[in-house]
């Protein structure tokens, strides 16, 4: 059974940074796409990031330029460096991963980190 953890999340000024992590756990896996997400309070959850297994990444457009999408292959690792952090971007962060069993793949949420962004 493939998991996914997130963490990295905390409270943090407005302006400042913070990276989470999206770690997978398991055996015999391989990770292909991954996706975070955020949901806010009363808010429908929203895609922030995209990445590919070849490492290609997409963005929300109004993130671009202060969100950045990375992974470590061998750590079986995604990251999501945010920058120049705003109030409105508390919210709860989750990563799904999409992961490669033999020859099947299986849809992977975390149980999400929170992110608080005090003005």
Known sequence: QVQVVESG???VQAG???RLSCAAS???FSINAVDWYRQAPG???ELVA???SGGSTNYADSLKGRF???RDNAKNTVYLQM???KPEDTAVYYCNALVRVGVYDYSRWGQGTQV???S
Do not use: A
Request: no cysteine.
């Open 43 to 45: 808010k429908q959850r």
């Open 83 to 85: 920058n120049s952090l």
């Open 16 to 18: 400042g940074s913070l």
């Open 9 to 11: 999340g905390g409270l």
């Open 50 to 52: 995209h990445t590919t």
């Open 68 to 70: 950045t999408i990375s």
């Open 116 to 118: 608080t962004v005090s």
């Open 26 to 28: 398991g055996s015999g």
